[in-house]
């Protein structure tokens, strides 16, 4: 581990304990998918850079949505290629699609939001590359890529590589045996037969197996 050119030792690997993942979840530590206010989600691109602010957390938040039954039109998700950066677009954006609630108060936050208030991306110069609802398809919604996503495409994380999803809500996930996950296809399409007994050293307790139910989340309820 690097951090401005100066080598750090690396943090031991430890146990979640299950007490502080329920009340993670518990106090909103993790978002779940709850809205009810209007949102621009805009982040400048830097999945290129390695940076940690990747741009599929705004997949993420939507999928949660999504699962919660939240009205998917209450976020909008907006990218920039540095070094523009959007923010004037979109407080002007905010700012009418508060005002249309304020003067249509019977309408749904989803039904004020302008018209041409959609999903987009701009490029480094503030030009407008695509503005419409299939702009950011790609893999994490099983749709052909939009516009958006091919022109700023989304990296991905070492836990979806392992086999999590988009949704990325998991804390602590349940285990499998690295034989059970060789044999699942976990790996695939890379074979790591060669490998076997220098990953089971690695992992002696096993590997993630995220078909399986979070550990440590608790059922949630919203009014």
């Known amino acids: ?3 401005e050119g100066l080598t750090t030792p690396l943090s031991a690997r430890s146990i ?6 329920k009340a993670a979840y518990l106090s909103g530590q993790v978002y779940l998918g709850k809205l009810g206010i209007p949102m621009i989600d805009l982040r400048p691109y830097r999945d290129d850079l390695l940076d940690i ?5 705004s997949f993420s938040a939507r999928l949660r949505m999504q699962e919660l039954g939240t009205d998917l039109g209450e976020q909008v998700i907006w990218t920039t290629r540095p070094p523009f950066l959007a923010y004037e677009n979109a407080l002007e954006a905010i700012d009418q699609w508060m005002l249309n609630m304020e003067q249509n108060p019977e309408k749904s936050i989803s039904e004020n939001r302008p018209s041409d208030l959609q999903d987009r991306c701009y490029d480094k110069e503030g030009a407008l590359i695509y503005n419409g609802k299939d702009a950011w398809d790609g893999t994490w919604n ?3 890529n939009g516009p958006c996503t091919l022109a700023h495409p989304p990296t991905s994380s070492a836990r979806i590589q392992a086999g999590d999803t988009f949704k990325g809500e998991v804390l602590k996930c349940a285990l499998q045996s690295v034989e059970q996950a060789v044999a699942g296809g976990v790996y695939d399409p890379v074979d790591v037969t060669e490998h076997l007994q220098e990953l089971k050293a690695i992992f002696p307790d096993g590997v993630c197996d995220y078909d399986q139910p979070p550990v440590g989340k608790p059922e949630i309820h919203f009014n």
């Open 1 to 3: 581990m690097n951090h």
């Open 16 to 21: 979640a304990d299950e007490n502080a993942i």
């Open 53 to 57: 602010h990747h741009s599929w957390s």
């Open 142 to 144: 099983e749709k052909a």
